[in-house]
């Protein structure tokens, strides 16, 4: 007997709701069946084959067919493209939709007979199943029909530029030589998986800002709901396709209307900044607290955006919603899906790869679509990634070298750094700087009341009369990062005071949160640094004057001048990896197991990133009412490569999504813009002062360069049929591999290890003496000759052959790779394959190997 498969990891707690009625798929008749306390949202999947395997099926055979009929050979024969475009718009495949929505039907009627339940989505596509609210009791009914494959209890998930197109070189370098940014991406349809957009941000608009129309995409099927909150005409021929998907979090009576909005409108802010950095339109004024800090642009300004949204601001988002929108996506035609998002636990059982999120994305890399996924901002510790599966292109973090620099320059000539998107003090004049507990109408009667008063959350607790024209210090704690207190607050306060300005020292006790840049519309800073906040404090606790028998203050001594942060500095260096970027190596098992599979696959800017903002967003409370907003997190670098991957699918229409992932990960960079190694940091404190050179695993192949990903040279490409023997090659996997795709693993002519994966990368968790390699390259420039130079990994003696080959346009070449363990050690060590060709082209192949056993000992 089949057991049910109660996977959690994240998951929300469910209740029994007494709102439930016949008309959610239950009998008039039921009784004590009904919906009880341990009802939960399970994904169910079936044995059948989904819509697309079963249309690539068909089209195998047809070429069968045709190919015997021409040749009368059926052992070979073309494979099927991948792309089905528009499938979704013909009769035939409604019809297989509805067909299948009504086998589940029939499944859900027969096995659950005069009980109540809800279904919430039918998956036909991608994955043959269905969402469905049911009890723990049901959920095992289901299990032993013979239809059922598998059983997963639904799991939360969480979401994880002005600028950064001229430091990825787009100017002068990849939209140049494809045409400018006037054509960058055009034909190309990003789907977004995230919190929404807001259709009314000029980013979206449906006509560049030289007024120039959109194409329409017609290979582009999606639609556009109309709601109150989007209605119609909110979509153009920019924004072709927006839909929401929140019946996982309805059915469990957590969705906020008010908040959360039951339409593709963005509540949150995410989704709207993570769309503009990929695809937002090019020049649109950033202005910012009546500031303007430059024209924005995406990365591929030219590119179509299609919305699913499925991650709300009060709750975040659920598996089955996920699934359901990457299923509709596929559905629709997109060409790069976009996921800034991740589970919020690691998935248990016999490998990470098998939940249902991974699943969806394998199918829809299938169907030819290239998936991005942020690596998660659980870094800097190892195995923190987020993001698992070969088949998915993983992305870090890492800075640009725009820094907003502001500093705050004390009356004893000590200057202290800090942030803040603040305007200055009056050049050449200095201002009396005033503590917030010493400006108190009745301190002790404060106090007692409120002990955070010094948060400069509540203007009548303070003497304006103390306060008028002088500079307000106050402090900055753990309450600001929860929320509970905000700079806007804080800025409003000391403006009712007449303050002349605000400065924020830093609670020892906030240690690890990145604070972003805020925008100020008045003189001010933040010390983000606990040291420099003593600094400050000590300076004006000594400069205080004091009675000598009350002890109470009858003189401010300490002064000070405010810089201001609104000007831009470009002399950083960078790129560098943030601490909070999610770190290999890849865990292959809740065991924390290392698979065989290089995580992260690049790196891409993340940090205090410009990005439109939704007119409604609440997410950061300091860009509230502004129309773009900073932020930071490998939710804003996967945009970064959606974007390029879009630029690179216009060049080579059909390249696979293997070949794109390749064209990104061969020719990336390695170095930063001074000519050193790209440095890591390796701790949430100071982080600053724990850089090392950074490792595969800190960055996968290097940082991403767009205008070198348009001409690789070689490629690496990757079948689906390769995954699928990949993943029949883990211990124990077979199983579940035939509930997940209906593949039987026993007929498999052969199994592989991750490393055996034609990736560009070469990873090897347990190197028991030797191994050997072996990667098949394509030639997709012309005929070049290519040299192999060699950095091997520590203790491991390496060997390329042929160390020089010549190759043809079009045509292939296996190079083998020898990896011998010089000595045991279980100690990580990285080295690299650089191919060197005579045309100019440079690819580079890292190597990560850990635990090494040495024959000899």
């Excluded at 006509?207 to 979509?235: A, K, L, M, W």
């Excluded at 998002?341 to 016999?350: H, K, Q």
């Excluded at 190596?585 to 924390?592: A, C």
């Excluded at 079948?719 to 990949?726: A, K, Q, V």
Aim: hydrophobic share 40%; aromatic share 10%.
């Amino acid at each position: 007997m089949m057991r049910v498969l109660m996977v959690n990891f994240g998951v929300f707690l469910l209740f029994c709701f007494g709102f439930l009625s016949n008309s959610f798929g239950q009998d008039n008749n039921a009784g004590d069946s009904d919906i009880n306390s341990t009802t939960a949202v399970y994904i169910v999947t079936l044995r059948q084959a989904p819509s697309l395997h079963l249309f690539q099926q068909e089209t195998e055979v047809k070429n069968r067919v045709r190919d015997k009929s021409k040749h009368g050979d059926t052992s070979k024969f073309t494979r099927p493209k991948l792309q089905p475009r528009n499938i979704s718009k013909s009769r035939y495949w409604r019809s297989r939709r509805s067909a299948i929505a009504q086998a589940h039907d029939s499944l859900l009627r027969n096995a659950l007979k005069g009980e109540k339940y809800i279904k919430l989505y039918s998956f036909h596509y991608l994955i043959n199943g269905f969402a469905v609210f049911v009890s723990s009791q049901q959920a095992e009914k289901l299990s032993r029909r013979g239809e059922v494959a598998n059983i997963v209890l639904d799991f939360s998930v969480r979401t994880a530029t002005t600028y950064t197109p001229q430091f990825m070189g787009l100017p002068k370098g990849a939209w140049v030589k494809e045409g400018g940014f006037e054509t960058a991406g055009e034909g190309i349809v990003i789907g977004f998986i995230d919190t929404g957009i807001d259709p009314t941000h000029p980013s979206f608009n449906g006509t560049d800002t030289s007024q120039r129309q959109y194409p329409i995409p017609n290979h582009f099927s999606g639609v556009c709901e109309v709601t109150p909150d989007f209605p119609s005409g909110s979509c153009n021929r920019k924004l072709v396709g927006a839909r929401h998907f929140a019946q996982s979090a309805i059915t469990r009576g957590i969705f906020n209307s008010s908040e959360d909005y039951a339409s593709p409108f963005d509540g949150d802010g995410h989704g709207t900044h993570t769309a503009s950095i990929a695809a937002g339109n090019h020049g649109v004024s950033a202005v910012v607290s009546g500031h303007n800090f430059g024209s924005a642009s995406g990365i591929a300004p030219r590119a179509h955006i299609s919305v699913y949204k499925a991650l709300y601001k009060s709750f975040g988002g659920f598996a089955a919603d996920v699934v359901a929108a990457i299923d509709q996506a596929a559905q629709d035609g997109v060409d790069i899906l976009s996921l800034s998002i991740t589970p919020n636990r690691r998935p248990p059982g016999v490998a990470t790869f098998f939940n249902p999120l991974d699943m969806a994305m394998l199918s829809a890399v299938k169907a030819g679509i290239f998936v991005v996924q942020a690596a998660g901002n659980t870094g800097p510790s190892p195995k923190s990634m987020s993001s698992f599966s070969p088949w998915i292109f993983t992305v870090g973090a890492a800075t640009h070298d725009r820094v907003y620099s502001n500093s705050i320059i004390l009356g004893n000539n000590v200057s202290i750094p800090g942030i803040g998107l603040a305007l200055p003090t009056d050049e050449g004049k200095v201002y009396t700087m005033i503590s917030a507990l010493d400006a108190l109408k009745n301190k002790s009667l404060v106090l007692d009341k409120d002990m955070y008063v010094g948060e400069c959350q509540d203007y009548d607790s303070f003497d304006k009369d103390i306060i008028r024209g002088n500079l307000l210090i106050c402090s900055y704690s753990i309450r600001f990062v929860l929320g509970l207190s905000t700079i806007k607050q804080a800025l409003a306060v000391t403006k009712n005071l007449s303050a002349k300005g605000v400065v924020f020292y830093m609670d020892p006790y906030v240690l690890g949160f990145q604070i972003n840049p805020t925008p100020m519309d008045m003189p001010g800073i933040i010390i983000p640094s606990s040291e420099d906040s003593k600094v400050l404090l000590k300076y004006y606790n000594s400069s205080l004057v004091r009675d000598g028998t009350t002890k109470e203050i009858v003189r401010f001594g300490a002064v000070a001048a405010i810089a201001g942060g609104q000007n831009a500095n470009f002399s950083n260096r960078a790129p560098k990896i943030m601490y909070y970027s999610a770190r290999g190596p890849d865990p292959e098992d809740s065991l924390f197991n290392d698979a065989d599979i290089l995580k992260p696959n690049l790196v891409a800017p993340g940090n205090s990133i410009w990005g439109a903002w939704s007119s409604a967003a609440t997410e950061s409370t300091e860009f509230e009412g502004e129309s773009f907003a900073m932020m930071s997190g490998t939710s804003m670098a996967a945009p970064h490569v959606a974007g390029v991957a879009a630029l690179v699918k216009q060049k080579f229409r059909k390249f696979s999504p293997s070949s794109i992932a390749s064209a990104l990960s061969t020719t990336s960079v390695l170095f930063d813009n001074k000519g050193e190694a790209i440095m890591a940091q390796r701790a949430y404190a100071n982080p600053d002062q724990t850089l090392s050179p950074a490792t595969p695993f800190d960055m996968g192949n290097g940082f991403v360069n767009a205008t070198a990903a348009l001409d690789p040279g070689l490629i690496f490409d990757t079948s689906f049929e390769d995954h699928m023997s990949f993943l029949c090659g883990i211990n124990g996997s077979a199983p579940v591999v035939f509930n997940y795709t209906g593949k039987n693993c026993l007929l498999s002519n052969a199994t592989i290890s991750g490393s055996d994966l034609n990736l560009p990368s070469i990873t090897v968790s347990r190197l028991n003496n030797t191994r050997t390699v072996q990667r098949l390259l394509t030639n997709i420039a012309g005929n070049e000759t290519y040299t192999v130079s060699l950095i091997p990994p520590f203790d491991v003696l390496v060997k390329v052959s042929p160390t020089q080959f010549s190759i043809a346009s079009g045509e292939t070449k296996l190079l083998s790779v020898i990896l011998t363990a010089k000595k045991n050690s279980s100690i990580a060590s990285f080295g690299r394959v650089k191919l060197f060709g005579t045309a100019g082209h440079v690819v580079h192949i890292p190597m990560s190997v850990t635990v090494k056993i040495a024959s000899n000992q």
